[in-house]
């Protein structure tokens, strides 16, 4: 009889936790020791080496969620994108990336190629045809993010796949915004996937590292390199990640659920520009989110009228934060222009169609009801103080 594919709260919950043989409790224990013995002992144990105990249980955890063969936990999501990206590249090679990118991968890029040797091409759009173009003779990775930050551009990732294969390169994606419960990118063919743990994964705004899933053939490389860059996680993260990971599928349900709802509001709303969130039939990439998401995320951006003062909106809502990151139980709004993307610079900011009003809104695990009552009375607050303004 075929075995049972488990379900993704079970597999949040329960694959890859740690027996505490001890005194049976109902959680993994955690080895807080940096220390192990190294005679007679089937594997020799040390955290830059990324195979403590905690660290190996919750691998296999995210290789789970991600249906992969084999994974890695870094010390951030920058961590892992900068292992992920350089450990198939040499002075010479060249990497093609999607012109939508996070801001802190651009940066990577845009700073530290060139010292190295490897040249670089960001595609003019997101279509195949867009991606193929930039192709060259020396060209070892296709580098992708779907949905992207912070406009939720979506890329075709069956597309991508065998484009790669086509030309034998390696494709990696940065799968942050989606998460393992709504996106797995290697059923599409996808080959290494990245993720900001700091976000979905560990999802309480307490968390910072990061993740990468991918066969064991593509692992080896990015392990040697990992083990001589140190990115690392401690264990006491580890183990705090592996206790948020448990409650990702329920919670990411509810922000996808939040997320649909506040997008249609925001999109009916006189107030309101744009929307930006595929799970909208008004998104231009919305049937192919449809044929590659199961969820839409809870992730969206928008723009306020232009007469309106973005800055002042934030600052009049009561209980969504104005904040950094993204993906916690709480809703958040913040500035690309002004955070994630402010190493971008402006010239590139507005190549890429991101406004410096441009809010990003990560929906949390609230009420509906409420959320949508604190962006009313922001629009009430800001809405009245500008018919003030321009009072003679």
């Keep these: ?20 043989t001890s005194f049976n409790g109902a959680v993994s224990p955690l080895h807080m020791s940096t220390s192990y013995a190294f005679e007679d002992v089937d594997k020799k144990r040390y955290p830059r080496y990324f195979n403590t105990p905690n660290q190996e249980a919750l691998s296999i955890k995210i290789a789970a969620l991600e249906h992969a063969e084999t994974a890695m936990i870094f010390g951030s999501g920058m961590a892992a994108v900068s292992t992920g990206i350089l450990a198939f590249l040499s002075s010479g090679d060249h990497v093609v990336l999607q012109n939508m990118l996070y801001g802190g991968t651009y940066n990577l890029v845009t700073t530290q190629f060139d010292k190295m040797g490897v040249s670089y091409s ?84 307490d968390i910072c590292a990061g993740a990468i899933a991918t066969s064991k053939a593509l692992m080896e490389p990015i392990f040697q390199l990992a083990i001589n860059l140190g990115g690392s996680l401690s264990d006491y993260t580890v183990w705090l990640l592996e206790r948020s990971i448990k409650t990702m599928g329920i919670r990411v349900k509810t922000q996808n659920e939040n997320a ?54 934030r600052k009049a809502l009561n ?3 104005s904040s950094m990151s993204l993906a916690g139980v709480e809703s958040t709004v913040l500035s690309p222009a002004m955070t994630s993307h402010a190493l971008m610079g402006a010239e590139e900011r507005a190549k890429q169609g991101i406004a410096d009003g441009l809010i990003r809104f990560s929906l949390g695990i609230e009420d509906k009801e409420d959320l949508i009552a604190d962006m009313e009375q922001a629009f009430e607050k800001i809405s009245k103080n500008e018919m003030a303004i321009s009072t003679p």
């Design 260 to 313: 649909m709802c506040l997008a249609t509001y925001l999109e009916n709303h006189s107030l309101v520009k744009k929307v930006y969130y595929p799970g909208l039939t008004s998104h231009e990439d919305h049937e192919l989110a449809k044929k590659q998401m199961s969820g839409f995320g809870g992730m969206m951006s928008f723009e306020l009228e232009e007469t309106l003062d973005a800055a002042a909106f």
């Design 122 to 205: 960001f595609t003019d759009g997101l279509s195949i045809v867009d991606f193929e173009d930039k192709i060259r003779e020396n060209t070892k990775i296709i580098y992708i993010e779907t949905p992207s930050n912070p406009l939720l551009t979506i890329t075709d990732l069956d597309g991508i796949s065998k484009l790669a294969k086509k030309y034998g390169l390696i494709s990696i994606i940065d799968n942050t915004f989606a998460s393992p419960v709504n996106q797995n990118p290697i059923d599409f063919g996808i080959d290494v996937v990245i993720h900001s743990a700091t976000k979905y994964m560990g999802g309480h705004s």
């Design 319 to 321: 209980f969504i934060k």
């Design 1 to 20: 009889m075929k075995k049972r594919e488990l379900g993704i709260n079970t597999i949040c919950t329960h694959t890859g936790e740690l027996k505490d």
